[in-house]
């Protein structure tokens, strides 16, 4: 029997196992991921917890506006650059979604957004995080998609405490400072979208 066999899960650890489960990986190396986070999840309970010191999932949105023309970055002031939204699940988030959907709306200051595209990809990297020691993040990263606002204006964003500077970027013209897999996961996105049915 498996560690979170013996122990009772919660609803936030059920749905990443199922969204994980039935999500359709891009490609190879994608899939060879998802098998790695059902396998940690598997085996500890509190795979999407911060708590969880030698890694925990953690819940991130690719934002885009209407048009999927432009992208909303924070200036992380940890990693010191541009990338996608996100951060830890919480113990109330009543799903992986939810986890990134909540995070979206908190660093975006943008209420209403969808995330019936689904997950774009997964990203795991080490790091320090708000434990104080060494971990690694298991990145589940959602494509979010903000209302159509009136010809096709950029909806108004507000910074949170946990962003250095929040902007909008033409996908087509990052910051130089971005991300190093920023390109692919928009790319992902991109890919989730015409999967959605969104784009041609």
């Given at each position: ?92 988030d009543a799903s992986i979604a939810d986890a990134a ?80 897999d920023l390109p692919d996961l928009i790319a992902q ?12």
């Open positions: 029997m498996s560690t979170a066999e013996g122990h009772e899960s919660t609803p936030l650890h059920r749905s990443a196992v199922a969204a994980l489960r039935f999500w359709q990986a891009p490609d190879e190396a994608q899939n060879a991921l998802r098998h790695t986070y059902l396998a940690f999840l598997d085996a500890t309970p509190d795979a999407c917890l911060r708590r969880s010191a030698p890694g925990h999932l953690t819940a991130s949105v690719i934002l885009l506006d209407a048009t999927y023309s432009q992208v909303l970055l924070t200036l992380h002031p940890r990693v010191g650059k541009w990338i996608q939204l996100g951060g830890h699940c919480e113990p109330g959907l909540r995070e979206g709306r908190e660093e975006s200051g943008i209420a209403e957004l969808d995330l019936s595209a689904g997950i774009a990809g997964l990203h795991t990297h080490p790091i320090t995080c708000s434990l104080g020691v060494p971990t690694r993040h298991l990145d589940v990263r959602f494509v979010a998609v903000t209302p159509r606002q009136p010809d096709d204006a950029l909806p108004e964003i507000v910074r949170s405490d946990e962003s250095v500077d929040l902007a909008w970027w033409p996908v087509d013209a990052l910051p130089d400072e971005h991300g190093v996105a991109r890919l989730a979208l015409r999967r959605a049915g969104c784009l041609g």
